[in-house]
């Protein structure tokens, strides 16, 4: 009973973390078999960003404000995906896995095209940057590969 009240609370805390990026257009993949059917699918073709969300400070006050400013620019991802690491588990690590070569960091941004890892943002290059460090970096990607 109490493990069920601390996850029932833990849920009612994240929800505005996740909604933050819901909100400005971003698919919340919650099962390793989302993540699958959106990398390989949908998100297999042009342009995919994939947020690994967190509830770090760092990923409130720097990740998700960055990302979403990022969104302004002209040229921006075709797909835009999100798993919350530390609560969704099983479908963070398994966005992971298209990753490769880069370790497991949260928050981060993976930028996907056609089907490969052509850019990534892992927390270091998040943490004691400003918000538009953030979006600079991510937008010059946006310029780089996306249509």
Do not use: W
């Amino acid at each position: 009973m109490a493990q069920d009240f601390y996850i029932q609370q833990m849920q009612m805390m994240v929800q505005p973390m996740r909604d933050e990026l819901t909100r400005i257009g971003f698919e919340e993949l919650t099962t390793p078999e989302e993540v699958d059917n959106a990398l390989k699918g949908k998100g297999a073709e042009g342009t995919a960003l994939i947020v690994v969300n967190s509830v770090c400070g760092c990923a409130a006050g720097l990740a998700r404000p960055g990302v979403a400013h990022s969104l302004n620019n002209e040229k921006k991802p075709d797909h835009l995906f999100t798993v919350f690491a530390g609560q969704d588990k099983e479908a963070t690590a398994q966005a992971r896995t298209y990753f490769e070569g880069y370790p497991p960091s949260s928050p981060s941004f993976a930028l996907m095209k056609d089907g490969k890892l052509v850019h990534m943002v892992q927390r270091h290059e998040i943490e004691d940057r400003t918000l538009e460090e953030i979006s600079a970096n991510l937008t010059s990607a946006y310029d780089k590969y996306c249509g």
